[in-house]
């Protein structure tokens, strides 16, 4: 099927945009697109027109549009996972006062879906939206530890085991051994891998045929100590049980 290439140009133009380049001229989008900037212009026109995108009106400098938004909102307002996951995730932000994430897997990479904000702990890193490594997170290993070996060697094809911090995983073995981990335990941890002073446990959620579509996290502060990650695997463990069983999944009775 051939690929319009005027259509595939202004969605690489969407895609420039991140939490840190919220603004470019017409000159910086030339370089990174490299196109002639007539041809960046009548791209922008475009899509200035259909509210993707917004120019502001002192410096001149382009960001994303209104329009995106309305969209993102409509596709997670249709998510029935995040439907069903979004009470239970208020409760447990509520009794640990931790800040809670929800996260499915998209490609390579964990994307936020949901996030409560606790009172305990603030996170930098996380938003709804933004994407975040499987290797370094709590919830990216959530999500891949119950993949046949076909399937994560498949996965993990070509991927980047780029080290946020000292502490981060740096290749595919420590990845492999860490999933081992995970499947044994059954949670996951990220320890001051993506943020130092933040330490993040996850579990997976399963849907009505039992295969994992997300992983939940809370963040806590590295200070409170291994001591009480027990403590909150278990709240975590319940909750996820609850989603789990809103989707349909029905567990095992010993």
């Known amino acids: 099927m051939p690929i319009i290439q005027s259509v595939e140009r202004a969605l690489k133009i969407l895609d420039l945009f991140d939490e840190r ?56 307002g249709h998510l029935d996972l995040r439907n069903v996951a979004r009470k239970h ?28 904000e606790g009172s305990g702990v603030t996170v930098m890193y996380s938003r709804i ?53 995970v499947r044994t335990v059954g949670y996951s941890i990220d320890n001051e891998e993506n943020e130092p002073g933040i330490v993040c446990l996850a579990v997976p959620i399963k849907d009505y045929s039992g295969n994992v579509i997300a992983a939940m996290s809370v963040s806590i502060p590295a200070y409170k100590g291994e001591e009480t990650h ?10 996820s049980s609850k989603i789990s069983q809103g989707l349909g999944y029905e567990f095992q009775k010993i």
């Open 21 to 76: 380049e919220r603004e470019l001229t017409i000159t910086e989008i030339s370089k990174r697109m490299n196109l002639h900037k007539s041809t960046v212009h009548s791209l922008l026109k475009t899509l200035q027109v259909q509210r993707y995108i917004s120019q502001n009106e002192e410096n001149g400098k382009y960001s994303l549009g209104l329009k995106l938004f309305e969209r993102g909102s409509m596709v997670l």
């Open 89 to 116: 995730l208020e409760q447990l932000s509520a009794e640990t006062n931790l800040t809670v994430h929800l996260v499915v897997l998209e490609g390579q990479e964990g994307v936020y879906v949901d996030k409560v």
């Open 129 to 181: 939206g933004r994407r975040v490594p499987i290797h370094t997170s709590a919830v990216g290993k959530s999500l891949v530890a119950a993949k046949t070996d076909s399937a994560l060697n498949l996965l993990l094809e070509g991927y980047m085991y780029t080290k946020p911090t000292d502490k981060s995983i740096g290749s595919k073995e420590e990845f492999l051994t860490e999933l081992e981990k």
């Open 230 to 239: 027990d403590y909150y695997v278990g709240m975590l463990k319940e909750c």
